[in-house]
């Protein structure tokens, strides 16, 4: 150990730094959000300073988790939220990869105007999420918005587009689509160009169709990127909350996982941390068995993540 330290001591020494930031940022909080998933720690028995109040939290065991997986309603309806959940992550990533896809599939040919139509599909990835959540917002309101507006023009009746129904959560995950898709079709663009023209020609040449040319020589080839970035998009939208909190707030109809922690953590009249750590607890257990899982399929067919 003392040689190896010896030898690469300038790359520990800037490792350092990263593993420090990393250490107070995110392993201390980490820790600290499980162990108040075993408490019944609020804003009334936690300390305060400036209240001259000592913490009176007590250890509670496994009954935030209990409550929490009973799928009481007093404790967030965990399978009901857990299943909007997962609607709305399948639905945004669905539609990140099949329309990141096809535009990469589309600006990876001869075009004219190609570079402009790059930078203007890269536009949404580079506005800031809090300025395109609030675009969007003003598009969808019900009274003004130029969504209704243009539905009206055609004859068609106006919309409650953020309102108590399901409409809130097909207008969040249009939202999320929209600002999901750059982010797809740059990393699949870069497999795409990535694939040996070769490997084209010769399928042209035996005779096989654009379609079969796609099924047999894209897609495979795509397999590495295409595994990578669509477990980065579950993860990323399964934690989404700007989005979804930005347009609707709290809203039952769009309430996921993380948005439920947040107004359990911040919103009441009582702010409930136990309640929230366990629900971040979960979330980041949900996260790890889905990788856990893709990563051994995706193993299964020769890819390694």
Not at 135 to 164: M, T
Not at 288 to 299: D, E, K
């Amino acid at each position: 150990m003392r040689n190896l330290f010896a030898r690469y001591w300038f790359a520990y020494a800037m490792v350092l730094p990263v593993v420090v930031v990393l250490a107070l940022l995110v392993a201390l909080p980490l820790l600290q959000g499980l162990f108040f998933g075993f408490t019944d720690i609020n804003d009334t028995n936690i300390a305060n300073p400036v209240l001259d109040r000592e913490a009176s939290y007590e250890f509670t065991g496994l009954a935030n988790y209990l409550n929490v997986l009973s799928g009481d309603p007093a404790y967030g309806s965990f399978w009901a939220t857990l299943g909007r959940t997962v609607i709305w992550t399948g639905a945004c990533v669905f539609f990140h990869y099949a329309i990141g896809l096809a535009l990469a599939v589309l600006l990876n040919r001869q075009l004219r105007f190609r570079g402009l139509y790059r930078v203007l599909l890269i536009l949404p990835w580079a506005v800031p999420v809090f300025i395109s959540a609030f675009a969007w917002r003003y598009l969808f309101n019900a009274e003004y918005g130029l969504i209704n507006w243009a539905l009206e023009s055609v004859g068609l009746p106006a919309q409650v587009w953020l309102g108590q129904s399901d409409l809130a959560l097909v207008s969040v995950i249009v939202v999320n689509v929209w600002l999901g898709v750059p982010f797809m079709m740059v990393a699949l663009l870069g497999g795409l160009q990535s694939i040996p023209a070769d490997l084209h020609e010769a399928a042209e040449i035996d005779g096989a169709s654009p379609w079969q040319r796609f099924v047999h020589v894209t897609l495979p080839g795509l397999r590495s990127v295409s595994s990578s970035v669509v477990l980065l998009g579950v993860i990323w939208t399964f934690n989404m909350f700007p989005v979804i909190y930005l347009i609707t707030g709290n809203n039952p109809h769009t309430r996921i996982l993380v948005t439920y922690a947040f107004e359990r953590f911040f919103s009441g009249a009582t702010r409930d941390y136990a309640i929230a750590s366990t629900y971040g607890v979960l979330v980041l257990s949900v996260l790890l068995v889905f990788a856990t899982v893709y990563r051994r399929a995706m193993r299964r067919h020769g890819e390694v993540l």
